[in-house]
């Protein structure tokens, strides 16, 4: 069954303190792995895809990578406004690609 | 380019009602997905429309439906709500391609009494 594990649940950081959000997934293929932010009360918002092993992103404090079986999202030097919950999703390979299945979250709480 | 947008953002209804959720894409996007999001089973995918068929559906009963317009806005129905219904809905929408990027509106947050 396709899946997707994101850790820890819950992350609390100072100000500055870098540190990475984990997710793993299981899935029959892949076509895309997606990185959002959610800030409470709103709609996720995109923040990276990454589609092949070895493939890294980075915006700003954020860099997003990839591996065959995990992706991780490191944060360095964390600002308050970082604060949110982060969701991974994957894209299947197979005929059902535009069933994006969600993880349940880190949410990330930057003390300053 | 105006993002993708929701009506109502806010709906309270009884039990046993029924409810009609709206969503207009980004200008040029043809895919629209619905997703329910609580805080128990997190964000979870209920269907996907591309150019007013439905491409794809996840595991929830017949109650929850949908359908797309000729312009890609899409509309989402939930018949005989029950107290399990209430959620955040999200819509999102993409260009159409399948490894295109989702880009979600605001919601609706819709409470069942």
């Known amino acids: 069954e396709d899946q997707v594990t994101q850790s820890p649940e819950a992350l609390r950081l100072q100000e500055g303190e870098s540190s990475s959000l984990n997710c793993s997934y299981t899935v029959s293929g892949l076509r895309g792995l997606f990185w959002y932010r959610q800030d409470p009360g709103k709609g996720p918002e995109f923040l990276f895809t990454l589609y092949s092993a070895g493939e890294e992103k980075e915006k700003e404090r954020l860099k997003a990578t990839l591996t065959k079986k995990e992706s991780f999202l490191h944060i360095t030097a964390p600002k308050p406004e970082d604060s949110a919950t982060y969701l991974c999703a994957v894209q299947p390979g197979y005929s059902s690609a535009s069933k994006i299945i969600f993880g349940s979250g880190t949410r990330l709480s930057i003390r300053p | 380019k105006a993002g993708v947008t929701q009506t109502p953002r806010y709906l309270i209804k009884t039990r046993g009602q029924q409810v009609t959720l709206s969503c207009s894409p980004i200008s040029g996007h043809r895919s629209v997905s619905w997703y329910q999001q609580t805080p128990g089973q997190g964000l979870q995918f209920l269907f996907e429309y591309f150019s007013e068929t439905q491409r794809n559906k996840g595991n929830f009963p017949g109650r929850f439906s949908g359908r797309q317009f000729s312009n890609s806005r899409s509309e989402m129905n939930v018949s005989t709500l029950e107290l399990g219904d209430s959620a955040l809905y999200l819509c999102?929408?993409?260009?159409?391609?399948?490894?295109?990027?989702?880009?979600f509106g605001p919601g609706t947050r819709l409470t069942v009494l």
């Open positions: 999102a929408s993409s260009p159409g391609q399948l490894t295109d990027t989702q880009y």
